[in-house]
């Protein structure tokens, strides 16, 4: 179990961040979800010890790593972990077989030379053992920099956004070399991600972070379904965030009325905290936004708004529509959906919105 | 033509450059990787050779190395005799003249480094020392390179400082640059020009074969 409870503030141009985190990684894959900028690489920075918090303490079982108390800050190369930066920072002087064999400076040579080269063939990289990174594919290389860290043995594994630009099919062949490796080790592994379809593939425990702070943990589901602050709703993928004003509450139906506009386009929402007259952000996906081009009945759904097409994107598999109905929404349609729709720049559509599909998140 | 002059300008330039490696490689790492605030007068400092006037800088050695100066005394003390006018004190103002042509060019490949590089290093295992000798020093192989060379040609050609500092003493202090401003003092335009050129054509010859290898140096890892 990885412990840590740190602060550090950051001062510089602009307002000064504040990293506050209180979080127990148990052996396994946790993912930690936020958007850039949340403090996601500086936590990792903390915990290898290339950054000294302000106060608190990092501990690996009973190992302490960073103590602000007992005046305690191990040097990394003490701390014995393996992370995997996200610019890999392979040496570029160094062959791929040497930048493996770096952590091993102290293994003998026959072991080490055996070490080396039954890594190399875990992650698929011995046909390469004498080339240079430059020379190696994106994919190559972030196999190489795995390599080069699981073969220390570490106690704790950190990797910052380790696939990102890699296609989905070699990313996930990376991760399955991984968590093949993790089933005999049992280490914690900490997976610092922004992007939602890796949280999908490994989120067995998520960590969300927003500002410095986590802002939910459970699986992916509790954690990306229900964002609790703006940014998160932002790194989440959900498409609308609207600010509402809150009308009237109505505890006995579980709900509450807010405005849109102010001039008379409501929607229902779940009930909250927030009293009548105040401000609140919501957040909506796209993708659960129902569209119809005739006023529907007999539907479960309390929100049905009026509106126009405003505009109409293709992107890949979805169709992106700009909607103006009292404030403009985002909503996806797929290709095929749009087609039988019959939908043009000017069409009139009803808007249908569950009223658990709206989430109010706190503003920042 | 003189040889003794030539030949004592080589082992001069030779001398300090390979003293002022020792000297500027700890030093322009410590500039390069320091949180220290005040470093920039630290780099001032080091710099300021490149603006005084050689005579400014070998009046000041010249004072410090005299009997009554600071250095001076305790060389008189160590070795009991003077500093001034020999070719240890030669070897020391010239330290002080070229060392921004060495540190300067580390300095800048050393900042040019990737700090993550140096990250991966220690989370590896590596403590400071190991990560010197095997990263930063092999990726800033040009910049060593190139320390060398221009501190070896400044202090080849230097004039202004060995004037103050050494005087005129035939094979002991009489550099190649002064034996050419003793032959045009004396009107002997033909060896003066023999011995310039000469200087020309090692000089050249020395960058184009350092700047040859340079070029090799960098491309190990970027096969252009």
């Known amino acids: 179990m990885l412990s840590v409870h740190i602060q550090k503030q950051f001062r510089g141009v602009g307002p000064p961040f504040r990293l506050r985190i209180c979080e127990d990684f148990p052996p396994g894959f946790t993912v930690l979800f936020g958007s850039s900028g949340a403090g996601k690489s500086t936590l990792l920075d903390c915990i290898a010890g290339l950054l000294q918090p302000d106060s608190g303490r990092i501990a690996l079982g009973e190992e302490l790593f960073f103590d602000a108390g007992k005046g305690i800050s191990r040097p990394p190369e003490k701390r014995r972990l393996g992370y995997v930066l996200q610019s890999l920072a392979l040496f570029p002087h160094l062959s791929v077989e040497a930048n493996v064999a770096y952590g091993l400076a102290r293994v003998p040579r026959e072991e080490r030379r055996r070490r080396v080269r039954r890594t190399l063939e875990a992650f698929h990289i011995l046909p390469f053992a004498s080339r240079k990174p430059e020379t190696l594919s994106g994919g190559e290389k972030q196999r190489v920099a795995f390599a080069r860290s699981v073969i220390t043995e570490p106690r704790v594994l950190l990797l910052d956004e380790p696939l990102t630009g890699l296609d989905g099919g070699l990313r996930h062949a990376i991760l399955q070399d991984l968590r093949n490796w993790n089933a005999e080790q049992r280490i914690p592994i900490l997976y610092v991600t922004h992007h939602r379809e890796e949280v999908d593939a490994l989120g067995d425990r998520v960590v969300g972070i927003a500002n410095g702070q986590v802002t939910g943990r459970g699986s992916a589901q509790d954690v990306l379904d229900s964002p609790r602050a703006i940014s998160m709703a932002q790194a989440a993928g959900f498409e609308n965030l609207l600010m509402v004003r809150v009308l009237e509450r109505r505890p006995a139906d579980g709900v509450m009325s807010v405005g849109l506009d102010g001039k008379g386009t409501e929607l229902e929402i779940p009930l909250g905290t927030e009293q009548v007259g105040e401000t609140i952000p919501i957040a909506l996906r796209a993708g659960d936004i129902l569209l119809a081009t005739q006023l529907p009945y007999g539907l479960s759904a309390r929100n049905v708004l009026p509106g126009a097409v405003e505009s109409m994107e293709a992107r890949g598999t979805l169709v992106r529509l700009r909607v103006h109905a009292g404030v403009p929404f985002t909503v996806h349609l797929t290709p095929r959906a749009l087609r039988s729709l019959e939908l043009t720049r000017g069409s009139v559509v009803w808007l249908i919105v569950k009223t658990h599909s709206c989430h109010i998140v706190a503003p920042e | ?224």
């Open chain 2, 1 to 224: 033509m003189s040889g003794a002059a030539l030949a004592l300008s080589v082992r001069l330039a030779l001398t300090v450059s390979i003293l002022l490696l020792l000297i500027a490689l700890p030093l322009a790492y410590w500039l390069a990787f320091t949180a220290w605030r005040g470093k920039f007068l630290l780099e001032s400092v080091v710099a300021l050779p490149l603006v005084l006037p050689p005579t400014v800088l070998g009046f000041y050695a010249l004072m410090a190395f005299g009997p009554r100066g600071l250095v001076g005394k305790a060389w008189q003390g160590v070795f009991g005799h003077s500093l001034a006018f020999t070719f240890a004190g030669l070897v020391l103002a010239s330290l002080v003249y070229s060392l921004p042509f060495a540190v300067q060019p580390l300095l800048a490949s050393f900042e040019a480094l990737d700090r993550r590089l140096l990250d991966a290093s220690a989370i590896l295992g590596a403590g400071r020392l190991r990560s010197f000798f095997e990263i930063v020093l092999p990726l800033a192989w040009p910049g060593v390179v190139t320390a060398v060379v221009l501190s070896f040609a400044h202090t080849l050609g230097e004039f202004g400082v060995v004037l103050m500092v050494g005087g005129n003493l035939a094979g002991i202090t009489r550099t190649i640059s002064i034996d050419i401003y003793d032959r045009v003092e004396a009107l002997d335009y033909t060896g003066a020009q023999r011995t310039a050129l000469l200087l020309l054509a090692i000089s050249f010859v020395v960058l184009s074969i350092v700047y040859g290898i340079n070029r090799r140096v960098w491309s190990p890892w970027s096969r252009r």
